[in-house]
Every structure is written in C-alpha cells, then in structure tokens.
C-alpha cells in the first residue's frame, strides 16, 4: 500500500498531574503518513511540541507490537481505537480519512486515577492479580511437567484467557468501569488447568473482594468490554467467573 | 580504541567434568540459615523472566526483596514479546536429544565463544524449567492426549521447544510475575514499579544499593540492601530502530559499569533476518516476525537494480532468490546472521525493494499454490495478520517485505560461574549478562537463560556471597549514599538545563543510524575507526545541544530519554571499541576483513579465543580490556558451513 | 450465615440476587400475564378466577409478602449498584463510542436498564394504587373483578400509564433476561443464542401480553 499523508485536528486531554484538573488542547498536526501506528503520530505531536518548547503528551507504551499492554487511550471515544482486536501501538494511520478531527482522553476510572495526560495508574490491576491470581507453588518444588495431562481442548480453553495483556480497555470501555474481563480472564486461565483446582474457591473470593475494594463497578453484562478488549478475551469467561464465585460461596469452606 | 593492560579473569568454574561442575559448585557453597534470611535485604532490579524469576525464589527462600521496573507493572518487561519458545532438552518426543546434545547445539551454535560451564548447567537446568512453569500454570501447548508439545525451532534438528502458541514469552513472564505477586501478598516482596535505576551503591567494594528515580514524582531515592541482582535486559536500543521495547535501555548496566563490573562482547549483538522493514523517518521501533516462516516463504529480490514493478509483475526469469542461489543445501534457511548479511547486500547492492531500498521479498506464492491458502492460513494466520495490520498489504496476495533488525545482545555485563560481576555482591541475570550465548544466540535459548538464572542459580549463588562476608550496616548518610545520588541528580539537572535545539530523540536516532551503518551487520577497521569519531562528536554534541523540556520534579518523558541517550552516547564508543578489537568473525559479529572467499564467517581461535572483558576508566578515554580465555573440551571446535 | 451476607453483598454476589429476583419476577409475569388473559374468555372466567385467588388467604399474604420482598431487593440492589457503577467513573468520557456494532435496540436496552427499570417502578406503584388500592379510580363496593378491571383500563390515562409501563418493561427485560443467565454462570456456546432468543421472545410476549390490555380496554368500550 502506498502512503498517503493526512492532515489532522487533535483534540488531546492535556493534565499535569493527578491533583490538577485537566482540559483538552486542539493541535493542527499535518504530513502525517498513512503508514504511521498511531503511536508514532503522537511521537510527531510531542517531537513538534519539544521543538516549540511546549511540554509533550505524555502517554504510556513500552513493546509497540500489542503484547505489552501499556499502551492505551480512548480514541474518539472507543477504547484503542475504531479496530478490533487492535491496540493502540498496532492502531495505524490509514485508518483515519483527511481532516479528521481526533478526540484523545485517557483511560477513565475512579480505579485508574490519571497520573499525568494519558498516563494512567493502573497498579489496581496488579493487587487484583496480588490477591490470588496465582498458584501456589514455590521453586523447585515441581513435578515432572508431563506428570500431569491436560486435554488439549482445556488447555487451548485456559489459553484463550490466559492471553489477557493487562491494558485495562475493558475497564475504560465499560460504562460501569467494570473490571470483569480482567478479573475473570485470570480466574478463567487457572481454574481451567489442574494445576489451578486447588486453589480456585480462595482464588475467586479473594479477587473479586480485591476487585471491589479498588471501586470498580460491577458487570451489568453490557459486552462493551469484549469489543474493546484487544486480546479477545471473551464474555464466557465472566460467567465462568461467577460460576466459581457460586460454586466457592455454596459447595466450599473458604465462603 | 588503545588497549590497556591485559589481566586473566577468574570464572570460578569449578574443577572436573563438566557434568559434575554445576554440583560440586552447589556443594561448595556456604549456605544461609534459614532463620537469618529474612535479616538480608536484596535488591533486585528488572522484572522480566529473569528479574521476575528470581525476585519470586529469593523471597521463597525467605529473603527480604525490593523490585524494580521501569514499567508501571512488572508484567509488562520486554520478555513479554518473545513469540517462539522456550528450549528444553527433555527429549519428550523421543527424537534424540539429551542435556549433551543440548549443549552441544548451544556451545556450537554460539560459535564457541561461550564458556562450556555455563552452558552445560544451562542446558542441565533447562528441564526443571518446564516443570516449574507447567506447575505454575503456563498453558504450555499440549498434545491431543494432554501431554505436552514440542516444535522444532531455528533450524534445530530436534524438536525441543516448548511453546504458548505465538506468546510463550508473555506466559512465562506471567507465570513469574503471578509468582511474584503471591511474594508480594506475602510481604516480602517489596514492590517498586515506574522506577529507573540511576546508579550502583558501593560500599567497601561491595554492590550495596541503587540509587532510583521516581518516574511519576521525579524524586530520587536510595534503597539499600545487602547485594543487587541487575536483570534488566538487553541494550539493542543502542540502535534506535530494534525489535526491543521503549524501555529497553543499557543505563542500568552502564552506570555499574562505571562504578567498576567489566562489559564484556559488547560487539556480540544479534541481528534478525525476518523484521518487518521501516516505512519512514518517523519510525519508532521495528516489529518481529517469527522465523518460522522461512520454512515456507522464499527470499528474493528482482535481477534489475531499481526494478519498480509491483512484485507480481516481475516474472520468475527477473527474480534473484539469492539465498537458494548461494546456499543450495541449505536455501532460506540458513541462520539468522547469514540471511541477515545476505540481505543487506543485496540491499547495499541496490536490489533492495519497498520506497526506502531496505527491503527484500518473502514469497509464499509457490507454498500457497503447494498446500493451499488454507494450509498456509492455518501455519501463520496470525503472522500474516500482524503483518497486514502493520503494513496495509496482504500477504496471501502480495509478498511481504522484511530486512533484518537488531534484536538481541550477546554481550554483556562479565559475571562469573556464580553469575557475580566483578563488583562483589553485583549479581547479573538474563539478557543484561554475556554468559551463555557466545556470539550468538539460538532461536528460544534466552527465555531459556533467563529464567536458569533467576528460578535456578541465583537462589544458591547469592546465598554463597551472603554466607561468605560481613555486612556492616549502611545508612542512607554514608558518604558513598550521598556521592551515588548526588552525581545522579546533578547530571539529570545537567542534561536538564542545556538549552539546545534538538530533542534526546533526534541525537539517539542519529547515533542509531551511525552504529547500524559501522557496527550493524558488516563491520570494518575503516568504517569501525570512523564510527568512534562520529560517536565522540556527536556525544559533544549533544551535551551542548540537548533540548530538554518540562520539570525534574514530575513524569517527564523527554528528560528520561535523555538520560538513557546520553548514556548510549557512551556505551556506543565501547560497543565499536570492541568490534574493533575483534579481528575475527564470529556468530552476530562480522568483520568484511575476516571472510572466505566466498564471504562465510572466519574464526581466528587462536587469537580470538576469550571473553573480552572491559574495565571502564574515563568517558573518551580508553578502556582497559581483560580477556577470560575460553577453552573447549567437551565441544571440539569446528567451523560452522551452511553451503 | 456470615459467609452468605459477605459473599452476596460483593459485587458479583449483588448481581445473583438481582438475577435471581429478575428471574422470580419474571415468573410472576408469567402467572400475572395467564390470569389476566382471562379477561379475553370472559367475565365468568375472570371472577371465578380471581375469587378463587383470594380464597387462598394467608397463602395468597405469603405469596404477596415474597412478591414485595423481590421488588424490594431488586430495586434497592438496582440503586445500589447503579450508585456505585456511577462512583466508579467519577469524570465521564467527553466522547463515548460503542464499538460492539450491536443492533440499535440491545445496545439501547443494556444503557438504559436503572430507567426502564425506574419506569415499571412507577408503573407497577401506579398499578397497585389502582388495583390493590383503588386509590386513583374509586369504584362501587362489591364490584366484581371483571368490571373493576375493565373500568380502570378504560379510563385514558391508564392507556397512557399503562402501555407505556408494559412496553418499556419489554425493554427491561430484552437485556434483563438473558443477562440473569449471565449473572448466574450459565453460558454455554450450545445454549446461548437459545437463551438470548428466547429472552427477546420472552420480552416480547410479556410486553405485547399485558400492553394489549390497556388496548382492549379503550378499544373495545362496552
Ligand atoms: C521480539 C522478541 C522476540 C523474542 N523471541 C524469543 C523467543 O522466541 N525465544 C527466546 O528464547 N528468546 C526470545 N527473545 C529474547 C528474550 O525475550 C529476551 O532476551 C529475554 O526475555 C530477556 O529477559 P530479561 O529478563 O533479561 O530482560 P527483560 O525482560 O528485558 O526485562 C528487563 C527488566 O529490567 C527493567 N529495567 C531495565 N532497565 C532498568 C533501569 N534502569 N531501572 C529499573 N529497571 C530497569 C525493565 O523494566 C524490565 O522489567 C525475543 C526478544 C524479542 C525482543
Ligand atoms: C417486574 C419487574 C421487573 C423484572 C421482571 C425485572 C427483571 C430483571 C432482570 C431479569 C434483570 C437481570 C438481572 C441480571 O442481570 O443479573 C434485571 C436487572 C435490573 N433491573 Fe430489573 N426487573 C424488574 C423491575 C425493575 C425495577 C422496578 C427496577 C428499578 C429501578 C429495576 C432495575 C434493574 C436494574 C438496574 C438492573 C440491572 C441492570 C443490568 O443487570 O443490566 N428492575 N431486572
Ligand atoms: C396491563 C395489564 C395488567 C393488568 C390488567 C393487571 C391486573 C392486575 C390485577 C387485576 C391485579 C389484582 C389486584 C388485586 O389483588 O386486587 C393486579 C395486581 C398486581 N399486578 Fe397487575 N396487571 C397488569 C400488569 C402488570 C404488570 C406489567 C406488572 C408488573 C410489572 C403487574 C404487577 C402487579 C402486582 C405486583 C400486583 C399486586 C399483586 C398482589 O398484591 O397480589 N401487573 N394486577
Ligand atoms: S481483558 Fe482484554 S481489555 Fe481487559 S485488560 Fe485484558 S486484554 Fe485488556
Ligand atoms: S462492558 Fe462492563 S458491564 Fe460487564 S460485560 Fe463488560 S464488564
Ligand atoms: S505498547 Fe505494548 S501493547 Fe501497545
């Protein structure tokens, strides 16, 4: 494909920091290749910004190719963009027609307080994860890998969550600033393999307790999430999620 | 660069077989008390399988422990990007392999500037590796009947790579980090992301603490500790354009390399044949993709320097598969430094395809007609959409255009058997040390390392170290505290307060370009000599021309970009250094001078034999070179042919 | 019982209750709707049927009380969540975009649940206020059933009321139905379209059901 070049208007949410109220500021930005990830469209903003002594956007990313999940922010208000199954890093510019007018906000949630423009603080997800998104098992401590046999079909089940990247769009694509999808792909990835069973009834409780004390909201079933999610993380697993959270609350002692 | 005076490093390989060596070693360590571990503080920096790995063992063991990233999460360290596999010689699919051949693979594969001991554990612990991801939870990709897969990798000959469909690096990264967090649920991780590491904290010639800067509140911090584990990667940033990702840097380890523990191979750096090519000026990083598909694409350019027909339009008579031309038996699958170097010539020849020149054609035209669309679709369905995604072109139509990309470093920070620098109680794991792989790395053998390194020997190692000495108590107000953080702090403000015109990005681009043209995949004496005196101006340049914009005290981007560049400015002139030194040509490192005839790699042994180690003494001045020679017993030396 | 208040006061335990109340009361339409298709067989019918209802006495208190009791937690656990949804994303989006390309009206129904669920609030107070106490419409003592409730969906603005409140609840339940199942664990590749399927059918029959009688009644003037 060959490139082509764009001009654009930028509307991005410019904030300091966490304690300063912030504003959006409109930027003319234009030579913008076809070919850019959306991304390096920033870098030229900021290169530009640097250039005219103003301050860059500031924006998180770290891998660039969709695996890391740093990247992230509402473009005209869809999480990573208009494409599914897409990060912001991998987003690219063809995308957009000429003249387009592009809205940039951060991630937003009581959950994910802005640290600084479209930084967000997403270590929420980390004391999730904290609370029981693990298996027990210390170094050294195990058996031959192929002492236990997991079906194919499980283990390619327990993939399908496990592929979760961490960004949080599903938290800043729903309207209720729902942490679900996070919470249940890692719920999902362990319960779904042996090596996860023991643990699974103090797993989910703790997770879900750690969920709601971050202030997340709760699921209402809206699905946004799953349009969002960049991984393909799929709604069946917050079922899955609340079926252990019924199963640890009636048929375990950890209730 | 003048070399100075030459001293033999000591490895602390044990005596003895090579078999034996791994536990005669763990039989001479001292060990801790179990009740008097939680009185050792130790410092670990970096997150990724290494630094993940071994933060979650140590605080198993019972050990205080401190985490460092630079991301927001320890989740997202680069080894989350590693696509193909993790080897392993457990020989589960009865194809031949053991822990020797593994070894063997290894050792030759690095062109024999490896050290046998190291790799011999490596390939000896790579088992336990398996079984503990397995039991952490890693769904590694399994049989119908549920036991676990193996594919054959980077041209191995045996299958031996355990793999998570396309992202077996963020499984396991995963999996340490989720063994991580439990340590943290504990308390006894202590759990510090968003921090970059200044500066190294030496007390009485012993590593003793970091010197951090808050990236969120710009605020410098000391942390201290009773030994440092740095696992904090790779330095192919060095480059600019790499496979790595932003916050791949060479600054934690060039800043302990100032305070004293010896770079060693820096040259020693791995290109990738497969990347997807740059489309222009503006652009930050290059994509990987997985070499797998030269098992089923094949490499060409048109015949017609500046042929600008669209591919399908040039017939077969006007296409030069180059690589089945000068490789016959071996075709496109060659190894990565010989399709890498076959490429840029092309390219430098002028054949090169794509609007920049820097792009030759991978073909699945005669493999879709063979197997089908489907077949095809099934194999690399989520390569080639990676693919289209990043390019707009669709590959089951068009061929896709790739050029090689740094993507690896061998070299490293030199540690020793016990994976110690040589700065007492500076311990370095994973990609940030240059132990394991020679002169170059097989395909899934550093997920492989990095993990042996922080499940499987730093737990014993640094136990080791911590039996055998003292540790006085330190405070923050110890001189060397106050020495650390203030030289830190005074030369962000410095970088801070320049005034120039061009931004940190400008200058590492510029030093990005100059180190792939010199120190890229061909390197010479003339275009290496020239490489350090652009570097040196350019470093001039930049501490007078630096434009740094926003506060210290905040999250501010642009000024931890400087700090990474202005280090780079300096690790570059050694990197160019040392290929200079290296008047041979091994795995990743190719000197023109040193070539066949036919332009294979030459080896010279007899003199290149060793690990180069350097000593830093000034910035600009020469650095005193150390060699550790390497000898070969168990792996008789032999030359590697892919004709 | 500890466990239980615990367990079903975090957020996902709040959302089985409500799935489960949701689903009661939607076995009580199903009743309500069957009783009052009476009206169609005919007067005899209906009475017969209503006076034998209120034959059943303490039964019928019970059966009334569980009935209060499901609206009550329904509705208190509605605000609750929908409160702490709302605290959830203190600052909204200056721009929201759906990228589910969801047919127009889910995507509607799953947005608006805390309003439709707030209108059959007011319907079903204006309801009982008409029925159970004949606040609104005063009629003679001893009416029979039959012309109590043919008098009521004849005045016009319980047509209004009334076929508003119906629909609206149709609405409620496009997304409430199936999103009971979901709340609940059950979702299965082999039954999910069955359940959303019938879901929309299910909202349908009950919102077409009971809107019909406000219909009826100005239509069909006796
Ligand atoms: C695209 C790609 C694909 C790959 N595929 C494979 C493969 O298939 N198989 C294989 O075996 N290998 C593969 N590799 C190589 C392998 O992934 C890496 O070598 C390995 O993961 C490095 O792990 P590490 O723990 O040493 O470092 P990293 O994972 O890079 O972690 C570095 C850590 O250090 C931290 N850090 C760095 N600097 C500082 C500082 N100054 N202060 C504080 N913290 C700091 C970072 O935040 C991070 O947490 C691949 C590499 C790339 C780039
Ligand atoms: C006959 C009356 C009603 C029926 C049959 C009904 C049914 C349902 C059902 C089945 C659900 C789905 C529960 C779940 O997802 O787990 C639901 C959700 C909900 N209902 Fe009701 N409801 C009724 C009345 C009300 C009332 C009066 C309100 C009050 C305000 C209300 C507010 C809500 C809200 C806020 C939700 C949650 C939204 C969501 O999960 O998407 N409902 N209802
Ligand atoms: C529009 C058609 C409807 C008609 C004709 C109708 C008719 C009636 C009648 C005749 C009663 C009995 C009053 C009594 O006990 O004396 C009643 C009660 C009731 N109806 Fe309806 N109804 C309709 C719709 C609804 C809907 C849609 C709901 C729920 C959302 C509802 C909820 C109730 C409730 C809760 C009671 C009280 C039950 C009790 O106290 O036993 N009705 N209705
Ligand atoms: S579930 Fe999807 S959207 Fe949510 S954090 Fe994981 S990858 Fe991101
Ligand atoms: S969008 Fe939100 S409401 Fe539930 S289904 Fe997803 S978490
Ligand atoms: S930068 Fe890593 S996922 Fe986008």
Redesign the pocket.
């Known amino acids: 494909m060959s490139a082509e070049t764009l001009t654009l208007k930028l509307k991005v949410w410019r904030q300091p920091n966490a304690d300063t109220r912030g504003h959006f500021e409109t930027y003319q930005l234009s030579g913008i290749s076809t070919q850019m990830s959306f991304l390096e469209m920033l870098d030229v903003l900021n290169e530009q910004l640097v250039e005219k002594g103003e301050e860059p956007v500031a924006f998180d990313h770290d891998c660039r190719e969709g695996i890391c999940g740093m990247c992230g922010v509402m473009i005209n208000g869809q999480a990573h963009g208009p494409d599914r199954e897409t990060t912001t890093c991998q987003l690219h510019m063809r995308r957009f027609r000429d003249g387009d007018t592009i809205v940039i906000e951060p991630w937003r949630a009581t959950a994910f307080p802005v640290v600084r423009d479209l930084v967000v603080d997403r270590s929420a997800f980390d004391r999730i994860i904290q609370a029981g998104g693990f298996v027990s098992v210390n170094t050294g401590n195990a058996p031959d890998a192929n002492a236990v046999l997991i079906p194919r079909v499980q283990q390619e089940k327990s993939m399908d969550a496990a592929a979760c990247i961490g960004c949080g769009a599903c938290v800043a694509a729903c309207k209720n600033a729902s942490a679900m999808l996070f919470t249940a792909a890692k719920v999902s990835h362990l319960t779904l393999l042996p090596q996860g069973k023991s643990e699974r009834s103090q797993r989910v409780l703790k997770m879900v307790a750690q969920m709601d004390e971050e202030q997340f909201g709760s699921c209402?079933?809206t699905g946004e999430c799953e349009a969002a999610c960049p991984a393909g993380i799929k709604l069946d697993n917050i079922a899955r999620l609340n079926r252990e959270y019924l199963r640890a609350m009636l048929c375990s002692s950890d209730g | 660069m003048a070399i100075a005076e030459s001293q033999i490093l000591d490895s602390k390989v044990p005596s003895g077989p090579v078999q034996e060596k791994w536990d005669r070693c763990r039989f001479e360590m001292k060990l801790v008390n179990p009740a008097n571990k939680r009185k050792y503080t130790i410092l670990v920096v970096g997150t990724g399988l290494a630094g993940g790995a071994a933060a979650a063992s140590l605080a198993e063991l019972g050990y205080k422990v401190k985490s460092f990233c630079i991301q927001d999460s320890p989740r997202r360290a680069h080894s989350i990007a590693a696509q193909g596999g993790i080897n392993a010689a457990k020989n589960y699919p009865n194809d031949g392999d053991s822990i020797w051949r593994l070894f063997y693979d290894t050792v030759k594969g690095g062109d024999y500037r490896s050290r046998e001991a190291n790799v011999y554990r490596l390939a000896q612990i790579s088992n336990n590796i398996i079984d503990q991801c397995a039991a952490q939870g890693v769904p590694f990709a399994r049989e119908y009947g549920g036991t676990l897969a193996n594919r054959s990798f980077g041209g191995a000959q045996v299958s031996r790579t355990f793999y998570c469909r396309g992202q077996t690096g963020q499984q396991l990264l995963l999996g340490a980090y989720q063994a991580l967090m439990r340590q943290v649920s504990t308390g006894k991780i202590d759990l510090h992301p968003r921090r970059e590491m200044m500066d190294l904290i030496v007390v009485d010639g012993k590593a003793r603490g970091i010197v951090t800067r808050n990236l969120v509140t710009g605020k410098f911090e000391i942390h201290l500790g009773d030994a440092v584990v740095l696992a904090t990667g790779g330095y192919g940033n060095a480059y600019y354009l790499s496979t790595n990702g932003n916050g791949c840097n060479v600054t934690a380890a060039w800043r302990c390399h100032r305070r004293g523990a010896y770079f060693a191979n820096p040259c020693f750096t791995q290109i990738h044949p497969t990347c997807i090519p740059r489309s222009g000026d503006y652009q930050s990083k290059l994509t990987l993709m997985s070499e797998s598909l030269r098992n089923d694409g094949r490499v060409w350019v048109p015949k017609q320097s500046g042929d600008r027909r669209a591919p399908h339009e040039i017939p077969e008579a006007d296409r030069d598969y180059y690589l089945e031309r000068r490789y016959p038996s071996f075709g496109n699958l060659v190894p990565r430094d010989v399709a890498s170097r076959a490429a840029k010539e092309r390219c430098d020849a002028g054949y090169g395809v794509n609007e920049t020149g820097q792009a030759v054609y991978l073909d699945f035209q005669v493999a879709i007609e063979r197997d089908g669309e489907a077949a095809i679709r099934a194999k690399y369905g989520n390569l080639f959409h990676m693919y289209h995604k990043i390019t707009g072109d669709d590959p089951y139509k068009r061929p896709m255009r790739i050029y090689p990309a740094i993507h690896y470093t061998m070299g490293g920070l030199w540690v020793d058997y016990h994976l110690q620098s040589t700065i007492p109680g500076l311990f370095v794991l994973g990609e940030a040390n240059f132990s394991d792989h020679g002169a170059n790395r097989l395909g899934a053998s550093a997920l492989m390392q990095g993990l042996a390194d922080g499940y499987f020997v730093i737990p014993y190692t640094i136990g080791d170290h911590l039996a055998r000495h003292q540790f006085e108590k330190v405070s923050d107000d110890h001189a060397a505290c106050h020495e650390a953080l203030e030289s830190s702090q005074s030369r962000l403000t410095t970088l801070a307060s320049i005034g120039g015109r061009r931004s940190p990005n400008q200058f590492h681009r510029q030093l990005g370009q100059i180190l792939w043209d010199h120190v890229g995949m061909g390197r010479n004496r003339a275009g290496l000599e020239s490489a350090i005196e652009q570097i040196r101006s350019l470093r001039a340049e930049f501490w007078e021309d630096l434009k740094v914009v926003g506060k210290n005290e905040e999250l501010n981007q642009v000024l931890e970009k400087a700090g990474r560049v202005a280090d780079y400015m300096e690790f570059a002139e050694l990197l160019a250094g040392d290929a200079l030194n290296r008047e041979e040509s091994c795995g990743g490192h190719f000197r023109e001078e040193h070539q066949t005839p036919e332009g294979e790699a030459l080896r010279d042994d007899d003199n290149f034999s060793y690990v180069a180690a350097w000593e830093f003494n000034a910035v600009g001045e020469p650095a005193t070179l150390h060699k550790e020679p390497l000898s070969f017993e168990s792996v008789p030396l032999a030359t590697r042919s892919y004709k | 019982m500890n466990w239980l208040v615990r367990c079903l006061s975090s957020s996902v335990g709040k959302?089985f209750v409500?799935?489960i109340t949701?689903?009661l009361?939607?076995g009580?339409?199903v009743v309500h709707l069957a009783g009052n298709l009476l009206l169609y067989v005919g007067a005899e019918a209906y009475n017969n049927y209503a006076h034998q209802l209120h034959s059943l006495g303490p039964l019928l208190v019970a059966a009334e009380i569980l009935l209060l009791l499901l609206?009550l937690a329904?509705?208190i656990l509605?605000?609750v969540?929908?409160r702490e949804n709302r605290l959830a994303r203190r600052q909204e989006y200056a721009v929201k975009e759906t990228k589910q390309g969801a047919p127009l009206l889910q995507g509607f129904a799953?947005n608006w649940?805390?309003i439709t669920?707030?209108i059959?609030?007011a319907f079903?107070l204006l309801h009982l206020s008409d029925f159970r106490f004949e606040a609104r419409l005063p009629g003679p003592a001893g009416e029979a059933p039959y012309d109590k409730a043919v008098r009521i969906l004849q005045n016009p603005i319980t047509f209004v009321g009334y076929f508003i409140g119906c629909l609206v609840?149709g609405v409620?339940?496009a997304?409430?139905?199936a999103?009971?199942f979901?709340?609940?664990g059950v979702n299965h590749p082999k039954y999910n379209r069955g359940i959303q399927c019938f879901g929309y059918c299910f909202a349908v029959a009950i919102a077409v059901g009971f809107a019909s009688f406000p219909l009826w009644g100005l239509l069909f003037k006796h």
């Open positions: 209402t079933n | 959302k409500m799935g949701g689903l009361l939607c009580f339409l609206f329904h509705v509605a605000v969540t929908t799953h649940m805390f669920g707030a059959v609030l079903v609840l409620h339940l997304h409430g139905f999103s009971a979901q709340s609940l």
